[in-house]
């Protein structure tokens, strides 16, 4: 006897289904938009394909991005709503530049330095000793 086997999957097939209404959609991207962040955008976008009846696999096509994405972005708009679709790196501790670093770089950016001279006098060098 053969058992029915059945392949799994890696990603869940749907479900629970995503419904919004077009104008829910439209303040959805609209919001995504005015985050200014790129990528939580493109989870908004994400959201309002597959609620539109999109499958996520088609909408990560056209939105250029692995079909996880469009997976965990679902997910989590379906757990926390739209603020579960902000980028969660914003709060990843504190900034490692500080200012005297900042002030340092600024200052090499702006004055060529002697490592600078030091390259240009050594490539002029070598090419002269040919």
Known sequence: MRKNRRKKRALPQGGQQLRLGCRDRRRLIRWGERTGCPLTLRRCLAVAKVASGQSRGQA??????????????VRRYQEHGREGLVDRRAFNGPTKVDERFRK???????VP??????????????????
């Open 60 to 73: 990560a096509r056209e939105l250029l991005c692995a079909t996880s994405t469009v997976v965990c972005a």
């Open 104 to 110: 340092t770089l600024c200052r090499v950016l702006r």
């Open 113 to 130: 330095g002697q490592a600078e001279h030091r390259f240009r006098a050594k490539v002029s060098s070598d090419s002269g000793a040919r």
